[in-house]
């Protein structure tokens, strides 16, 4: 077989393929509401820490969720489990329209923070378990690409009806997840038991162990991104900057997500994670550059910003997960998915918090000039943990 043959095949697996559109409808819910709902929010009179809170409601619950995952499919199978975070994910979603009140916001968004938790938890635990491991950075991508594809879309396209006044269309596409069940049995069998988690002790406490300082990284990163698709749209409510914007960070976040798995595989992380954190610093100065710009020139340094994030927020997510299972070994990956998630969904939902906490007493450009201050200070370690074998040996 070539080498070309090689890296294509992975799109003939059944499970690959039915994970990768059970994710695209998951997350078409989660980008929906992602910059949506706090601009809805904003829009019924809500500051800007009350708009930010749902997000954070919302991410909060995730990650309390995310902990019990590996022992609930442990005890009830990975059919069932799945089953029950695409309905707690789709189902709730067009109750927000029953009233206006930020609090019902907030308790919609937790019941369906736990359906996204199994969500991610078992996604990121079946791509690195439903291939090779030398094969792992490049599954791994294709999930990623799944998560991004509906980023590219749906966050800019949920905050862009929200503004225009249609957040009832929103709220009614986020039941996406409830299409997705039909997936559900053929990726069961497709994987069978390999995706399951098996008993913790020793094993998955060590497995916390490796994983804690790439989780870290990216929780630092996923903060600032999270920052920046909250606050943005509410930031440039008027004309298309702020929609235009999310959608080539989308694009950028998709397309670097993929293409660092396949990178990784060939190359290690030496240069690729600290590169990618070094364009998360630049981005964000660019960002704060032109929303304190007027005119074209502004609007140009959001956007070039926007794609420089955008590198750091796919490629990080990555490089982070792989370096993550590397270290871990053969520990449980269930344990080392559901502490990356944790960190991931933290990150953001400190940014939907803390950013918007920060730019309600110094500006939102300043907010983010100290997001990438943070980001420089963490690169010598994104440095360190770059070095990090990925198997033992190159191949």
């Known amino acids: 077989m070539t080498t070309a043959e090689q890296r ?36 019924l009179g809500y500051g800007l820490t009350a708009a930010g809170s749902v997000t954070t409601v919302f991410l909060v ?16 199978g990975l059919g069932p489990v799945l089953l029950v975070g695409l309905l707690a994910l789709g189902v709730p979603s067009p109750l927000y329209l029953l009233a206006e009140d930020v609090r019902w916001f907030a308790v919609v968004s937790a019941v369906r923070g736990i359906g996204f938790a199994v969500i991610t938890v078992l996604g990121s635990t079946i791509a690195a378990q439903a291939v090779p491991p030398e094969r792992r950075g490049e599954s791994i991508g294709i999930y990623g690409l799944a998560i991004a594809v509906p ?27 409830v ?6 049995p053929g990726l069961v069998r497709a994987v069978g038991e390999r995706a399951e988690p098996g008993g913790g002790g020793a094993g998955s406490r060590a497995a916390v162990r490796a994983s804690l300082t790439p989780s870290v990284l990216l929780l630092v990163v996923t903060l600032a991104g999270g920052g920046f698709f909250t606050f943005l749209p509410i930031e440039r409510p008027d004309g ?8 080539v960070y989308g694009l950028t976040s998709a397309v670097c997500r993929w293409q660092a798995g396949v990178l990784v595989d060939r190359f290690g992380a030496r240069l690729l994670l600290p590169g990618s954190f070094a364009a998360g610093v630049v981005g964000l100065l660019l960002i704060a550059l032109g929303l304190v710009t007027d005119g074209p020139a502004g609007s140009a340094g959001v956007l070039a910003g926007a794609v420089a994030l955008g590198v750091a927020y796919g490629a990080v997510q990555n490089l982070t997960l792989v370096l993550a299972l590397a270290r871990a070994g053969d520990g ?6 559901a502490v990356w998630n944790a960190c991931y969904d933290s990150g953001t939902a400190i940014g939907a918090l803390a950013v918007g906490a920060v730019a309600a007493e110094v ?33």
């Open 240 to 247: 298309s900057l702020a929609a235009v914007a999310l959608l």
């Open 8 to 43: 294509s095949s992975l799109w003939r697996l059944p499970a690959v393929r039915s994970l990768f559109a059970l994710n695209v409808l998951g997350f078409v819910s989660y980008s929906l509401l992602l910059a949506a709902l706090p601009a809805h929010a904003a829009a």
């Open 332 to 337: 449980p990956a269930a344990t080392v998915s």
């Open 151 to 177: 980023t590219i879309a749906a966050v800019p396209g949920g905050a862009a009806l929200t503004l225009a006044g249609h957040f009832g269309w929103v709220a009614a596409l986020s039941t996406a997840p």
């Open 61 to 76: 619950a995730t990650v309390l969720a995310q902990g019990t995952v590996p022992a609930l499919v442990h005890r009830c």
């Open 363 to 395: 500006g939102l450009p300043v907010a983010y000039v100290l997001v990438a201050v943070l980001l420089a200070l963490v690169l010598p370690l994104a440095v360190v943990l770059g070095r990090t074998a990925l198997r033992p040996s190159a191949g």
């Open 179 to 184: 299409a997705a069940c039909v997936f559900l």
